[in-house]
């Protein structure tokens, strides 16, 4: 079992950064590949990022790509994403889910967190 929670949602001009947090409970955290979605409103919860267990692999969402960097600290049972040139249309509530590999299918992943919203104004 494994309980997720995000941190570092807020309201930031685009343009701007933010820095999301996932903190997991649990000695397993390490052997979980690590995602991030988000589900903005009337719309489906879509892939942003992904990591491996190890840390060593990690694959984007088109559109992140060069903007979003997803990383991990074993050590401390947290995986973050660091958000840049953030834009308008990044506006959603961003979830963090743990899975036994790296998947862009949001149905792939066992563990979610409740989510933190991240809003861009323009």
């Known amino acids: 079992q494994v309980q997720l929670v995000e941190s570092g949602g807020g309201l930031v001009q685009a343009g701007g950064s933010l820095r999301l947090s996932c903190a997991a409970s649990?000695?397993?955290?390490?052997?979980?590949?690590m995602g991030w979605f988000r589900q903005a409103p009337g719309k489906e919860r879509e892939f942003v990022a992904v990591?491996?267990?190890?840390?060593?692999?990690?694959y984007y969402a088109d559109s992140e790509k060069g903007r979003f960097t997803i990383s991990r600290d074993n050590a401390k049972n947290t995986v973050y994403l660091q958000m840049n040139s953030l834009k308008p249309e990044d506006t959603a509530v961003y979830y963090c889910?743990?899975?036994?590999?790296?998947?862009?299918?949001?149905?792939?992943?066992?563990?979610w967190g409740q989510g933190t919203q991240v809003t861009v104004s323009s």
């Open positions: 649990g000695r397993t955290f390490r052997t979980y590949a």
């Open positions: 889910a743990a899975g036994d590999r790296p998947n862009w299918s949001r149905y792939e992943y066992d563990y």
């Open positions: 990591i491996s267990a190890s840390g060593g692999n990690t």
